[in-house]
């Protein structure tokens, strides 16, 4: 199956409600949102939230399979506490599309990582729910690692997103970039 990264468009507003109830069924401590919250939400809030991931300091892609659905996203935004550092959110696979040999979440960090890259991003901050051990293995492939930050969970105030993070100075491989500087 053939594969291509899109970013999510202002008029995307039904496909990114659909996509998101799918991703809040399938792993619910992977977001911060009831599945039960998102359904209730009316037209205004889908259009404001692709309003807002068009915003130009951030940026929404999908994964777009042969048959034109959605099976994966990926957003970035601009860290509030650490400046020259952007977030890693909204990610998330639909289970017949994953895997490594399929690549559709190595496409969309690809796609992210550049983003980042070009807009002058040092690094990539994420959390991940603790109990989640698959996105973790994923994140700590392609080069990301704990940095020892953690927050509870907003769901269950027992559980706790665990911080990951990832120099920008680095390829994907975790090979330095040529003439890359430290931050």
């Known amino acids: 199956?053939?594969?291509?990264?899109?970013?999510?468009?202002r008029e995307d507003w039904q496909r990114l409600r659909k996509v998101r109830l799918a991703q809040l069924l399938d792993a619910p401590m992977a977001f911060g949102e009831p599945y039960e919250y998102a359904l209730q939400q009316r037209e205004g809030n889908w259009r404001a939230r692709t309003d807002w991931?068009?915003?130009?300091?951030?940026?929404?892609?999908?994964?777009?399979d042969d048959t034109d659905e959605w099976v994966g996203t990926m957003?970035?935004?601009?860290?509030?506490?650490?400046?020259?550092a952007?977030?890693?959110?909204?990610?998330?696979?639909d289970p017949a599309h994953r895997g490594r040999?399929?690549?559709?979440?190595d496409a969309l960090l690809d796609a992210v990582l550049a983003?980042?890259?070009?807009?002058?991003?040092?690094?990539?901050?994420?959390?991940?729910?603790?109990?989640?051990?698959?996105?973790a293995a994923f994140y700590r492939r392609r080069g990301f690692s704990y940095t020892g930050g953690e927050t509870p969970y907003v769901?269950?105030?027992?559980?706790?997103?665990?911080?990951?993070?990832?120099?920008l100075d680095r390829?994907?491989?975790?090979?330095a970039v040529r003439g890359a500087q430290p931050t």
């Open 1 to 9: 199956m053939a594969y291509r990264i899109e970013r999510i468009g």
């Open 53 to 64: 991931v068009n915003e130009p300091d951030k940026i929404g892609l999908v994964a777009v």
């Open 75 to 84: 957003l970035s935004i601009p860290n509030g506490e650490h400046p020259g």
């Open 86 to 93: 952007v977030d890693l959110i909204g990610v998330w696979v």
């Open 101 to 105: 040999a399929l690549g559709v979440a």
């Open 115 to 135: 983003w980042a890259r070009v807009r002058g991003a040092g690094r990539m901050l994420l959390g991940v729910h603790e109990e989640n051990h698959r996105a």
């Open 155 to 167: 769901l269950d105030r027992e559980a706790r997103i665990l911080e990951m993070a990832l120099p």
């Open 171 to 175: 390829t994907p491989s975790g090979r």
